[in-house]
């Protein structure tokens, strides 16, 4: 039995510090989410949408629409081959770390 660890030191000490100066750049972390929700709902109050935007909203997704009506719609002569074949790649040898 292996008693090593699932990740290795080196990338564990990384995490760790890491976090610790996420932890350390925000004080008070009720203010940073605060921050956090006032940046939201100002993305969110967008300027509302034109007529002509609208419009071609609209004339886009009926395009869209009209493109997958024929390709869904499209006949496959019988016995072709298929669009793609799964081939499964052999594995590394050796450590990926």
Do not use: C, N, Q, W
């Not at 008693?3 to 610790?20: D, E, G, H, Q, T």
């Not at 996420?22 to 993305?43: G, N, V």
């Not at 009926?62 to 081939?87: C, E, I, N």
């Amino acid at each position: 039995m292996d008693p090593s660890p699932a990740i290795p030191r080196r990338r564990f000490v990384k995490l760790l510090a890491a976090s610790a100066a996420s932890l350390a750049m925000t004080s008070d972390p009720a203010r940073a989410a605060a921050k956090t929700a006032e940046r939201h709902r100002a993305a969110a109050s967008a300027p509302p949408k034109s007529t002509a935007l609208d419009k071609e909203l609209r004339t886009e997704k009926k395009s869209v629409a009209d493109m997958l009506k024929v390709v869904r719609s499209y006949k496959l002569p019988a016995g072709s081959p298929p669009a793609m074949a799964f081939r499964p790649m052999k594995a590394r040898r050796g450590r990926t770390s």
